[in-house]
């Protein structure tokens, strides 16, 4: 069996692929170039990943999850659809360090990629409010990209981490608020709990096929920056 997200490349679109490697481990999976830093996530459960030109492009059935909707088109439709990555206890112990210094630290991420920057993102004024109340029991921990990041007070800025520095973190940290991007699935995946803010739907964005049915996560409506 093949399975890829065919010119999809964000971080996201890659996960959704690791619901099917549950399934079905001895896949291969085809990456384009562009996402050719995401074949960590596919360690330990399939055959092997290729990086091609022209990855292939799962169909989605139905008007569910993204996740569940390329898992019905193989017969999986009744299986788990969340997110998974085989973390090692090396990687684990290594979170564990990064994060010791921190009390009851907590992933917050306030920006995505500048595509969708305009739909899924928040005024700064937006969050302060939440930031200053979770302050008092947590140390929020600000992961973002250095070409789309929004400084904010009382936080701790962790910019431009690595996919494997990533995976440390949030495989030892469970704890993710923020808006609907890569990282709230990667928390997921890793095996944590996320509180994600996303806009109503629209044309550029649909609720219903980003929104895992799960006790570990939460949503929230987010106005968007128009």
Known sequence: MIIGSGQS???????LLTSIC?????????????AERFSRFFKGQCKEVLIKENPVDLPNIGNGH????????LGLGKGCYLPHIEVSKEELE???????????????????????????????GF???AIKKLGETHTILHFGVSDNFTEFS????????SIPDLICYYA?????LGVDTGDAHLMLACGGNTKVYSPLSTP???????????????????????
């Open 94 to 124: 290594r979170g564990e360090d990064l994060v010791r210094g921190y009390k009851n630290p907590m992933v917050f991420k306030s920006g995505c990629s500048t595509t969708w920057k305009r739909v899924r993102e928040a005024s700064e």
């Open 154 to 161: 009382g936080v701790v800025n962790i910019i431009d981490s």
């Open 66 to 73: 993204y996740a569940h909707a390329k898992m019905l088109g």
């Open 172 to 176: 030892a940290i469970k704890q993710y």
């Open 22 to 34: 549950k399934h079905l481990p001895n896949c291969t999976v085809e990456l384009s170039p562009s």
């Open 9 to 15: 490349t964000g971080m996201g679109d890659i996960l």
């Open 204 to 226: 550029d964005y649909r609720r219903n096929r980003w929104r895992y049915n799960s006790q570990r996560c939460e949503y929230f409506d987010l106005a968007p920056i128009i």
């Open 127 to 129: 969050w302060e409010p």
